[in-house]
Structure formats: structure tokens, C-alpha cells
């Protein structure tokens, strides 16, 4: 398994300003996601994090407003930008291996005021 | 359109009962589905993945059913604990898409002592 390390855990934002959110792994991995969950949902993807290349966004989901970075195969990050109290939400990261099962880091619980 | 449910009503059940629960999905042909454990403020934890040339898989306490007829995984949980107090996520892969995971929404399950 994984150790996945998220910062920040939690933030409170303005609306219209921008947070970038880090996500860390202890070993290198191929892939990288980061979700969504809104206040009592389930998860739903943002995007496959691909290193050295543009991330994959799921449908509803856009570069402009959600830039992630993935220098690395240990790191990535998801920028939510110019937001809004809607995007109050907990973002995660996880990483697959080879097996196909999934590890979640702790997440970040981010307010939009 | 493709559904994945999970009942959406907490199950409450006594220590030391089995706590079973369900997940149906509709139009989607997983290869393998996946049950994962979330507490409150933490991303969820991989616990058990059950593939569809599987009946069934076992883990301590844990039993997992896939029925591909039936489209449905029924999720065992037995001599219960309070510590066993969690709520649970089904997720498949959606082979149409890239084999990605979807997840269900989750049943939330309260063991009292």
C-alpha cells in the first residue's frame, strides 16, 4: 500500500480567489487521480493526473478552472480557481497499482465564503 | 443510463450481528468490483476487490458476492463491532471508459453495542 499525504487538510477561501491543493506519495506510481466529494455524496473524478503530460478531465470538468500539475511520480497538484461556494467540497488524490484497487490520501476540506 | 445504488438508508444493526449490504449497478460490464470503507473527515480505505470470474472472496470478517447475472455485489459484515461503524462504497470499473472507477454512494452502517 501507499502513504499519500495531502496539504493543505482544510482551508477557508474567498470567492474568486484560487487554491492549490498538493498531494505527496512515498513511492513512485503511475497513476494519479484527484475526486470530488460533496457534502454527503460520493466520489466523483476531477481527472487522471498523467506525469509529463496534460491531465484527463472527466466530463463536466475543465482545465481552466481546475489546472492540475504531475512533475513527478510522486507528486501532483489540482488548482481550483476563481471560486465560488459551490466548489465548498472535499478534494482527494488516490493512486492505483497494478492490482487496480485504490488509495485515498486524507483529503482537503476546502469552505468557499 | 448507468447507475450504480447503494440503499441510501443507514443500517443500524446490533454488535455481533452480520451487517449485509447491497450494491446494483445498471449498464456497465465491470471486470472486477471494489468495496471501500470511509469514516467521517478521511478518504476512503480499499478493503476488498472481486473480480468477475469470482463468486465470492472472503477477508477476516469481510465477505464480498458478485453476481454479474443479477448485476448486483451483496457486502457481509460479520459478528459486527461498533469500531465496524463506517460508511461503505461499492465502485466498479467502467471498461467503456477506460476502465476507470465509478463509485455508489455509499451505505452508511451504525453497530451498536
Redesign the interface.
Known amino acids: 500500500?501507499a502513504v499519500?499525504s495531502q496539504k493543505p487538510s482544510r482551508d477557508i477561501c474567498q470567492r474568486g480567489t484560487s487554491l492549490t491543493i498538493q498531494c505527496q506519495v512515498d513511492s513512485q506510481v503511475t497513476m494519479m487521480f484527484w475526486y470530488r466529494q460533496q457534502p454527503g455524496?460520493?466520489?466523483?473524478?476531477i481527472a487522471?493526473a498523467n506525469q509529463g503530460s496534460e491531465a484527463t478531465y472527466?466530463s463536466g470538468f475543465v482545465i481552466d478552472k481546475f489546472p492540475i500539475s504531475r512533475p513527478n511520480l510522486t507528486f501532483s497538484t489540482l488548482t481550483v480557481s476563481n471560486m465560488s461556494p459551490e466548489d465548498s467540497s472535499i478534494y482527494?488524490c488516490?493512486v492505483e497499482y497494478v492490482?487496480?484497487?485504490?488509495?485515498?490520501?486524507?483529503?482537503t476540506?476546502l469552505t468557499v465564503t | 443510463s448507468q447507475k450504480i445504488e447503494q440503499n441510501s438508508e443507514a443500517l443500524n444493526i446490533q454488535e455481533g450481528k452480520t451487517a449485509t449490504l447491497t450494491c446494483n449497478y445498471t449498464n456497465y460490464s465491470p471486470a472486477?468490483l471494489?468495496w471501500y470503507r470511509q469514516d467521517p473527515?478521511?478518504?476512503?480505505?480499499?478493503l476488498l476487490?472481486i473480480r468477475e470470474n469470482e463468486k465470492e472472496k472472503r477477508k477476516e470478517r469481510l465477505k464480498v458476492t458478485f453476481d454479474t447475472t443479477l448485476k448486483q455485489s451483496l457486502f457481509h459484515i460479520t459478528a459486527s463491532q461498533p469500531a465496524d461503524s463506517a460508511t461503505y462504497?461499492c465502485a466498479l470499473?467502467d471498461r467503456a471508459a477506460g476502465?476507470?472507477?465509478?463509485?455508489?454512494?455509499?451505505t452508511r452502517v451504525l453497530v451498536k453495542p
Open positions: 500500500s499519500i455524496q460520493s466520489l466523483t473524478l487522471t472527466e482527494l488516490s492490482s487496480s484497487e485504490q488509495y485515498f490520501g486524507p483529503g476540506r | 472486477y471494489q473527515g478521511r478518504g476512503p480505505v480499499f476487490l462504497l470499473d476502465n476507470k472507477l465509478t463509485f455508489g454512494g455509499g
